[in-house]
Every structure is written in C-alpha cells, then in structure tokens.
C-alpha cells in the first residue's frame, strides 16, 4: 500500500486514529459545512506540512513545537481570511471550527511524525492522504446526518452527532475485524497440514 | 550559549516571516472583507425594516456612533454588548412612541448551539416586542447581556433630537 492510501485508510485520522474529533462532530451536521471545512483542513495540513518540510533543518531540534504551532496557526489564519473575504455565507456558518484547526492534534501529529523529518514528496503525499481520509470521514458523517434528519431530527442536532459517528465507527470497526479475521483465514489454510 | 542564540534566531525569524505574509494577506482581503460585513449588515437592517424602508445606504441623521436610520416612523439605533464569547452588536428598531418593534443581532462570537437564539429567525428575539423578553436557561450570560444592551439602547433614545419632524 502506498503512502497515500496508508495515511488515507489503514491510518484514517478520523476513523481510525479518532483525532480531530471535535470539529467531525461539530461541523457534520450538513454536507456543504462538511465539504468546507474538509476543504480548510486540507489547505492547512498540506501547506504546513510542506512549509515545515522545506525548513525542517533550519528548525532547531528544541523550538521545534512552537515553530510548528506558528506555521499552523498562520495557515489557519490565511485561510479564515480567504473565507471571510471569498465564501462569506460558509464562513458566517463555520467561521469558529475553522480556527481552532490551530489546535487539531491530526495536523501537529502528521507534521511532528512525518513532515519534519521526511522529504517534500513523501510529506506532501502523507499529507494529501491524511487530509482525503479525514474528508472522507467528515462527508460520510455529514451525509449521514443530513440523510438521517428527514425522518429522524435529532440527527442534526450534537446529541446526534454523537449517535450517528459512533454507529459508523462501529460498522468500520466490524469491516476492519472481519478483513482482519478473513486473511487469518487465508493464511491458516495454506499452512501445510502437519 | 550558541543553541540558546539559534534557538532565538530561528523563533525570530518564523515569527517575522508569519507577520508579513499574514499582514500582506490581510490587506489583499480588506475591502472584500468589508464588503462582505456590510452587504451582511445591509441584509439584516432590510429585514428588521423592511426592504421598502431601508434602501441600503446607512442614510438619515448621523447621531453619534448609535443612529443607524432614522425616516417616518422608525428609528433604528446600534448598540454594542459583551456577552459570553466576546463581543456583540445590535441593532434595536423603535417607532416613534419608544416601543420596540424588532431587535437583531449585526455579528456575534457567542458558543454555537447556546448562542443560535441570536440567529433570526428567533422567537427570542421577537419576544423583544411583546415587552417580554426573559434570561434564556443554559445562555444566561449571552441572553442577559442583550437585553442589558437593549435597555441600554431605549434609555438612550432621544427621539425629539434623533428625528426632528
């Protein structure tokens, strides 16, 4: 599996490493919010990722952090700007989530383990990958919801939320045991029979 | 001594470049921001007025910071509020006897969800022109703090100085 699939799927950020949370649960209440906040997130991951990767060694190993926090929260804040100055109605409904991507651990952990170690091409394909399977988790989460709501109101509302991500992570864990159990499978039956 | 001076040197020039690059963006977006805020305000003034009213131009008698709009029976003040999550604006209609016959909230920064009442349509907000309005459970100090701000906003209406006939 490449490194774009690993960081999209066997390392989904959302389904399967559960970060980045607050703003899937939060801003999946429509598809339009979802699709732009998964688009913010894509612009802030990738840019910073690759930002960091260029100058990881200019960055000193001990103010290493706060150099990463800086060039995210810059990110974060062009992109608040590009929102508030080019897509005001999407930044009127998600303006807040948007800026704490400042604090979403998926970002920090993907640049922390990854970017700031690793060349721009692998880099910028971890980050494109982690920011598709965060997306995909987030829509998939919207849909849901926005599908959900037609018969069953709560779906939009946070308690909903709640309800409806933890029903999905419990259909991935189910798929994810049964492909696990399946190569098991297949592995046992081609040992040869003592 | 020399990791300490690079350790700087590095935290100081990031911060520089960050400055610049976000001082170069802010003012590419400063008139499409602006706007955007007033197109924004523009909609919510037509609403509380009526669209027929309120032509778009913040025309009338400027009083002040607190006159938005002042012509035949309905003078509209703009009041500043702090509620939980920072500051508020709102504008506040009144006819010409000093009743209120609408509120709306111009931009907030109050918790999504507890805030929404601010959001119109809200029954909320409406209930402002019954004379009726109470603290909202589990928004205590967002809801306090507007009708605070519209009591505010009806003392200091001087109708006979805002709109000579």
């Keep these: 599996m490449n490194r774009f699939a690993q960081a999209a799927v066997a390392r989904n950020p959302a389904a399967v490493q559960l970060l980045g949370l607050c703003p899937l649960l939060a801003v999946s209440n429509t598809v339009a919010n979802a699709l732009g906040l998964a688009i913010a997130s894509t ?8 930002l960091v990767s260029a100058i990881r060694k200019l960055v000193p190993e001990d103010v290493r952090l706060p150099c990463f926090v800086l060039v995210i ?6 992109v608040n700007l590009a929102m508030e100055a080019y897509a005001f109605d999407l930044y009127q409904r998600i303006a807040l989530f948007v800026q704490i991507i400042v604090t979403n651990c998926m970002i920090l952990a993907r640049i922390e383990q990854v970017a700031s170690k690793e060349g721009l091409g692998r880099t910028l394909l971890d980050a494109l990958g982690t920011s598709a399977g965060f997306a995909a988790a987030i829509l998939v989460l919207g849909a849901a919801r926005e599908a959900l709501t037609l018969g069953f109101p709560l779906a939009a509302l946070p308690p909903g939320a709640f309800l409806v991500a933890g029903l999905l992570l419990a259909g991935v864990n189910v798929l994810g045991a049964r492909r696990r159990r399946a190569r098991e499978g297949a592995t046992a039956a081609r040992l040869p029979r003592a | 001594m020399r990791a300490l001076l690079r350790n700087v040197a ?9 400055g610049a690059a976000l001082a170069w963006f802010a003012d590419l977006t400063e008139d499409d921001v602006a706007r955007n805020r007033l197109e924004a305000e523009t909609r919510i003034l037509r609403d509380l007025i009526g669209a027929e009213t309120f032509a778009g131009d913040h025309k009338g008698r ?7 709009f002042c012509e035949r029976d309905v003078v509209v003040l703009r009041v500043a509020g702090s509620g939980y999550g920072g500051g508020f604006r709102l504008a506040v209609a009144l006819d010409l006897d000093g009743t209120i016959t609408g509120v709306r909230v111009l931009d907030h920064v109050e918790t999504p969800g507890f805030g929404d009442i601010l959001n119109a349509p809200s029954a909320w907000l409406d209930s402002f022109t019954t004379g009726d309005a109470h603290a909202v459970t589990g928004a205590t100090i967002t809801s306090q703090a507007v009708i605070e701000a519209v009591s505010r906003a009806v003392d200091r209406v001087r109708l006979e100085e805002m709109c000579p006939p």
């Design chain 1, 43 to 50: 612009v802030v991951l990738t840019g910073s990722a690759v």
């Design chain 1, 73 to 78: 929260a810059t990110f974060t804040t062009l």
């Design chain 2, 10 to 18: 590095a935290l100081a020039a990031l911060t520089l470049l960050a």
């Design chain 2, 62 to 68: 400027p009083y002040g910071e607190d006159l938005v």
